[in-house]
């Protein structure tokens, strides 16, 4: 007699699979409204223990979440207010930059020419446009500028997840009986991000303060835009840095010329190497519980689905599909291939 469950295994993945093409398509065209109540959980996720805490030493829930949420937005809006001066500054600027980009480029085309290295100039002229880097650094930090306008929204719907926080847990158990698996994959899906957003946002701290400092002692234009580029950038796992070192260089090529460029370039090499590549992955070890190509897969895709913020929030989104993988014995193997180990 035919075993029913095993012809029944293959329908069953092809049908979760459909699922998941159907969900991802969804979010994909609905990202504008999926993305700040994604951002808003993350973040509510992040505020909880503060919450908790305040709550423990006898201060009201609603004051509790007041006081967490005012922090939460002086430092946010600080940040903002320093990002937006120095943004529109180096957007005014920008056309000079671009012109400066264009002598330069020239310049080097010369000194190939003169050094016996033929090079289709009037093609490359046509095909290459060096001001395009800038351009594309500034629709970059535009895009990144463009998350405060969704501000509002996330944080009201942080305050109301954070009030709703402390009947959580009863809710659960009502909804579902037994509930304990459901609650426990839930806190390790919290502790997890916890950690990874503490140590993350230590490690970005530590990056973007460096970056600022460095550039300010070099004399590079608008040292603490790079730093706070550098700061937010480093959030996005294995390219962020590389492309938040990719405008200070060419302002430093503009204003310095290849000299000071090379070692604005070296500065940049040198803080990736000793915080990214030894700081990082000894602590980030113990707190994501996912593979370097998990990371970086997760960045492509979720950099796919939701664009740069879907780059932010790669290793979040990708640590709560873990953890829903694991919750299941038919897909706990999945969560293991996920892991480090």
Same mark, same amino acid.
């Given at each position: 007699m035919p075993d029913t469950k095993q012809e029944g295994r293959p329908v069953l993945a092809l049908v979760g699979l459909a699922a998941f093409i159907v969900v991802i398509a969804g979010m994909r065209e609905a990202? &504008?409204?999926?993305?700040?109540f994604l951002l808003a959980i993350f973040v509510a996720?992040?505020? &909880?223990?503060p919450v908790f805490w305040l709550q423990r030493h006898k201060i009201p829930t609603p004051l509790a979440v007041l006081l967490v949420v005012l922090l939460i937005w002086l430092v946010g809006g600080s940040l903002a207010a320093l990002f937006g001066s120095s943004l529109n500054s180096f957007t005014n600027e920008l056309p000079v930059y671009q012109q400066s980009l264009h002598g330069e480029f020239a310049n080097l085309l010369t000194w190939l020419e003169g050094h016996g290295i033929r090079t289709p100039t009037a093609s490359l002229r046509e095909q290459i446009d060096p001001g395009a880097a800038m351009r594309l650094a500034s629709r970059m930090l535009t895009s990144f500028g463009g998350i405060l306008t969704n501000t509002f929204l996330i944080m009201v719907t942080v305050i109301f997840i954070l009030l709703e926080a402390a009947s959580f847990t009863g809710k659960v158990r009502r909804a579902f009986g037994n509930a304990d698996k459901t609650l426990d994959a839930f806190s390790k899906f919290a502790v997890g991000l916890n950690k990874y957003m503490a140590i993350k946002s230590l490690l970005s701290l530590l990056t973007g303060v460096a970056v600022w400092i460095f550039l300010s002692i070099v004399g590079v234009d608008f040292p603490l835009l790079w730093g706070l580029l550098a700061f937010m950038l480093n959030y996005i796992p294995t390219i962020g840095s590389i492309i938040a070192a990719v405008p200070a260089v060419l302002l430093a090529l503009?204003?310095?010329g290849g000299s000071k460029a090379l070692v604005v370039a070296i500065g940049y090499l040198v803080f990736n190497a000793s915080i990214g590549s030894i700081l990082e992955p000894k602590l980030m070890g113990r707190g994501v519980g996912l593979s370097t190509l998990v990371v970086f897969i997760s960045l492509v895709?979720?950099?796919?689905v939701f664009g740069p913020i879907g780059m932010l929030l790669s290793v979040p989104l990708t640590m709560t599909l873990k953890i829903a993988l694991e919750s299941g014995e038919q897909t706990r193997w999945m969560a293991i291939l996920l892991g480090p180990e």
């Amino acid at each position: 007699m035919p075993d029913t469950k095993q012809e029944g295994r293959p329908v069953l993945a092809l049908v979760g699979l459909a699922a998941f093409i159907v969900v991802i398509a969804g979010m994909r065209e609905a990202s &504008a409204l999926v993305i700040p109540f994604l951002l808003a959980i993350f973040v509510a996720v992040v505020c &909880a223990p503060p919450v908790f805490w305040l709550q423990r030493h006898k201060i009201p829930t609603p004051l509790a979440v007041l006081l967490v949420v005012l922090l939460i937005w002086l430092v946010g809006g600080s940040l903002a207010a320093l990002f937006g001066s120095s943004l529109n500054s180096f957007t005014n600027e920008l056309p000079v930059y671009q012109q400066s980009l264009h002598g330069e480029f020239a310049n080097l085309l010369t000194w190939l020419e003169g050094h016996g290295i033929r090079t289709p100039t009037a093609s490359l002229r046509e095909q290459i446009d060096p001001g395009a880097a800038m351009r594309l650094a500034s629709r970059m930090l535009t895009s990144f500028g463009g998350i405060l306008t969704n501000t509002f929204l996330i944080m009201v719907t942080v305050i109301f997840i954070l009030l709703e926080a402390a009947s959580f847990t009863g809710k659960v158990r009502r909804a579902f009986g037994n509930a304990d698996k459901t609650l426990d994959a839930f806190s390790k899906f919290a502790v997890g991000l916890n950690k990874y957003m503490a140590i993350k946002s230590l490690l970005s701290l530590l990056t973007g303060v460096a970056v600022w400092i460095f550039l300010s002692i070099v004399g590079v234009d608008f040292p603490l835009l790079w730093g706070l580029l550098a700061f937010m950038l480093n959030y996005i796992p294995t390219i962020g840095s590389i492309i938040a070192a990719v405008p200070a260089v060419l302002l430093a090529l503009v204003q310095f010329g290849g000299s000071k460029a090379l070692v604005v370039a070296i500065g940049y090499l040198v803080f990736n190497a000793s915080i990214g590549s030894i700081l990082e992955p000894k602590l980030m070890g113990r707190g994501v519980g996912l593979s370097t190509l998990v990371v970086f897969i997760s960045l492509v895709f979720w950099g796919w689905v939701f664009g740069p913020i879907g780059m932010l929030l790669s290793v979040p989104l990708t640590m709560t599909l873990k953890i829903a993988l694991e919750s299941g014995e038919q897909t706990r193997w999945m969560a293991i291939l996920l892991g480090p180990e």
